[in-house]
């Protein structure tokens, strides 16, 4: 597997993961309906650094990684991750996720945070513990799962030194 | 004090207030060089509701009322505050805040998300705490402050039922 930064020739595999991951409705609080433009506006926006991951010439995942805030909060990093069903369960994710952490604290990133990690999403929960994020904060029913109704939201945090 | 839907004409006036409270440095998260054109942006944003604090004719207060996520987190509301500086201490903080909670639900939102609250803002921690807003989730040292460095930031949550 190779990661990179994503091109501009890379927006048609972006999309299409982009896509499949939130019509599924069960990990992002994005619009399912999100048009192609939107999606790529938002994946590829100001301040944001586009980044795939391939595995046999193939585009398989892509993560974004950019500032959780403006000003004072600048010094946290913020990142997303979607990788193509076909693909889960191959380490994908934990690699995106160490390449994240190593590209934050080469730009100077102090923390990481994820603002909204869907509880019922157990692998991912389990991903970022294992790479030493913690919960520190719980949304009550902050997401709408389109089978389990209203469930809890997790907020995650790191250091990156060290 | 009247508290209504901002229109064009209160631009001059918003600008003013976000300006002052922005360039302090020590409450939000925005770049405090950020231009009219970009605060105004932000403020009047699309799917956001912009609110202003009229008292003897003279605008003191703005809010922002907006979904806090997209999709299935979109049930959740988000809210910001300024007031002018001369007129803090006189309960404009809390008449915005009660009015954006009964704007929330008028609106059918379940819940309301603070997402941002500098743990040294204690008169701001305070109100929302009297609001029923609970300490939800606290990141640590994710905003710097000008004078008192890495401060901690709280994540302050409450349902809107009842």
Do not use: C
Request: net charge positive; hydrophobic share 45%; proline share 3%.
């Amino acid at each position: 597997m190779n990661i990179r930064a994503a091109a501009a020739a890379d927006r048609d595999a972006i999309w299409k993961i982009f896509h499949e991951v939130v019509a599924a409705a069960d990990t992002y609080a994005i619009d399912p309906k999100i048009s192609r433009e939107e999606a790529l506006a938002y994946w590829f926006g100001a301040g944001t650094r586009t980044y795939v991951a391939e595995s046999q010439g193939r585009i398989v995942g892509t993560y974004i990684l950019r500032p959780n805030q403006s000003g004072g909060g600048s010094h946290v990093a913020n990142a997303g991750f979607m990788v193509v069903p076909e693909a889960r369960g191959q380490g994908m994710g934990r690699a995106m996720g160490e390449h994240s952490l190593n590209e934050a604290r080469r730009l100077g990133f102090r923390a990481m945070q994820f603002n909204f990690v869907v509880s019922t999403n157990q692998s991912a929960v389990r991903l970022w513990q294992e790479l030493n994020f913690e919960i520190v904060g719980t949304l009550p029913g902050a997401f709408r799962h389109p089978e389990k109704g209203y469930v809890d939201v997790y907020v995650m945090y790191r250091f990156l030194s060290g």
